[in-house]
């Protein structure tokens, strides 16, 4: 069993930088792939980032790709999500999730067993 718990929203203006993070409980994060996801108002959950349980290997969505930068530190049981040139179509609900796995990472979130309750963001334009 994994908990985790999201923070470092907030609002900011478009072309700011904010830096989520994500502390898990138990201690056996480090076999955990752990991924980033949004929801915006009206719309569905959609992928953001993917982090390999070494966190040597990292996915992105085309939409965040080149200003966003996920990492982990699996001493501190806690993944980051950095997130930079913020535009306003950034702003959603952000998740960290946590699968239980040492082989790859994960886009679709029906992968993930475990979830945060997530925290806003908003950028404004």
């Known amino acids: 069993q994994v908990q985790l718990v999201e923070s470092g929203g907030g609002l900011v203006q478009a072309g700011g930088s904010l830096r989520l993070s994500c502390a898990a409980s138990?201690?056996?994060?480090?076999?955990?792939?752990m991924g980033w996801f949004r929801q915006a108002p009206g719309k569905e959950r959609e992928f953001v980032a993917a982090i390999r349980w070494s966190g040597g290997v990292t996915y992105y969505a085309d939409s965040v790709k080149g200003r966003f930068t996920g990492s982990r530190d699996n001493a501190k049981n806690t993944v980051y999500l950095q997130m930079n040139s913020l535009k306003p179509e950034d702003t959603a609900v952000y998740y960290c999730a946590a699968k239980k796995d040492l082989r790859s990472w994960y886009t679709a979130d029906y992968e993930y067993d475990y979830w945060g309750q997530g925290t806003q963001v908003t950028v404004s334009s």
């Open positions: 138990g201690r056996t994060f480090s076999s955990y792939a």
